[in-house]
C-alpha cells in the first residue's frame, strides 16, 4: 500500500499529513506492522484518506485532463470526505482532521459495549429487519439494556449480501441460532476490528461530530461548501448531495447510519440500454471495484482501479 506512489508528487501528500499528525503513514502504509492498520480504525481511516488522496494528485500530474473532465465523485465513509476535498467543498487538511477526530470518537464509544459484526447472504425470501428484530429481541430477554440492545444493518451490498452490526449477544445469537431460523446462505464473523460502526451505538460519536463541525463553521465559514468542481455522492445517503447543510447532515450521520453502497452504485450508474456508462476511476478500494462488477457489469467494464 503506497508503493505505486514513491518518487511521485504524491509523496508530498503523505509528507504534508505527517507534519499535521505527527504520524509516518507512508512508513506504516509500506512497513506496517499490518496489526496497526487492521486493529486501529484510526490509523486504518487515516491511511485509506491520505493514500485516496495521493493518488489523484499524482493521476492530476499524469494526466490533467481526466481530472478536469470528472463531473462527479463519491465514496464510503472516508472516500466520501475524500470526494468532497476533489470537489472543492473541504481542504485537504480539514478533511484529514476530520477523519481523525470521527474515527477516535468511534473507537472510544466502541470500547464501551461489547460489539461485533457479520457478513450474510440471504436467502431471496428473508427480510432483514426480521433477522435483526429476532436479535434484539434475544438481547431484551436476555437482560441487556434497551439503549444498547442493538442489531441492525451496517452496510448493504446487493439486495442479498449485507453486514449487521450490533451488541455482542445479538452477534453471537445471530450465529448460534440464524443458520436455523433463517436458513443463511452464508454467515461469517468480520474479523480484525469488528465493532459495530455505522449503528445506533455510535450515537454520541454522532453527537460529538456534530458539535465538532459546528464549532468549526462558527469560526470559519468556508469550513465546508457547496461542490464546486464537481457532483458528490454519498453510500451515506446513497445520492447526489448538493448544498452544505445535506453534506453537514451526512458527515454528521455516518457513525449511526447504514452504508448503501448497492444504493449508491445504482443511482450513479443506472442507465437506460442504449446510453453509455461514464468512465469512471475507482480509487484504491479493491472491494469496491468487485462489488461493481457484481451489481452492475457494465458500469464495471468502463471502470478502471487505481492501485496504490
Not at 463519491?74 to 474515527?103: E, Y
Not at 466502541?110 to 436467502?123: E, T, W
Not at 464546486?228 to 448538493?242: D, I, K, P
Request: charged share 25%; with cysteine; hydrophobic share 40%.
Amino acid at each position: 500500500m503506497g508503493l505505486n506512489l514513491l518518487n511521485s508528487p504524491a509523496e508530498d501528500v503523505f509528507f504534508q499529513a505527517e507534519k499535521l499528525l505527527n504520524k509516518n503513514l507512508l512508513q506504516l502504509c509500506l512497513e506496517g506492522p499490518r496489526s496497526d492498520l487492521r486493529d486501529s480504525l484510526e490509523n486504518r481511516s487515516l491511511a485509506a484518506f491520505v493514500t485516496s488522496h495521493a493518488l489523484v494528485t499524482k493521476l492530476s500530474h499524469e494526466q490533467k485532463h481526466t481530472i478536469e473532465l470528472c463531473k462527479a465523485a463519491g465514496g464510503i465513509g472516508v472516500g466520501f470526505v475524500n470526494s468532497l476535498v476533489f470537489s472543492g467543498a473541504m481542504t485537504f487538511v480539514d478533511g484529514l482532521n476530520l477523519v481523525q477526530k470521527r474515527a477516535q470518537a468511534m473507537e472510544r464509544i466502541a470500547k464501551v459495549v461489547p460489539s461485533a459484526r457479520l457478513f450474510l447472504r440471504l436467502r431471496p425470501a428473508t427480510r432483514k429487519h426480521k433477522v435483526c428484530a429476532a436479535a434484539v429481541e434475544h438481547c431484551l430477554k436476555s437482560g441487556i439494556p434497551k439503549e444498547v440492545a442493538v442489531c441492525s444493518v451496517t452496510k448493504q451490498i446487493s439486495p442479498h449480501h449485507i453486514e449487521v452490526g450490533g451488541h455482542e449477544e445479538a452477534i453471537k445469537y445471530l450465529e448460534s441460532e440464524g443458520p436455523r431460523l433463517f436458513e443463511f446462505y452464508k454467515i461469517r464473523r468480520l474479523e480484525g476490528d469488528p465493532s459495530a460502526y455505522n449503528t445506533e451505538l455510535m450515537r454520541p460519536a454522532q453527537q460529538y461530530i456534530h458539535a465538532y463541525m459546528n464549532q468549526n463553521l462558527k469560526e470559519n465559514a468556508n469550513y465546508l461548501k457547496d461542490p464546486s468542481t464537481c457532483s458528490v455522492y454519498s453510500a451515506t445517503s446513497g445520492c447526489r448531495l448538493r448544498l452544505t447543510k445535506t453534506i453537514l447532515q451526512d458527515l454528521c450521520d455516518f457513525p449511526v447510519k447504514p452504508i448503501l453502497v448497492e444504493q449508491l452504485l445504482d443511482y450513479l450508474f443506472k442507465r437506460g440500454k442504449g446510453t453509455a456508462m461514464p468512465n469512471t476511476l475507482v480509487v484504491w478500494d479493491k472491494n469496491l471495484f468487485s462489488t461493481l462488477a457484481s451489481v452492475n457489469e457494465r458500469a464495471y467494464r468502463s471502470a478502471r482501479l487505481l492501485r496504490a
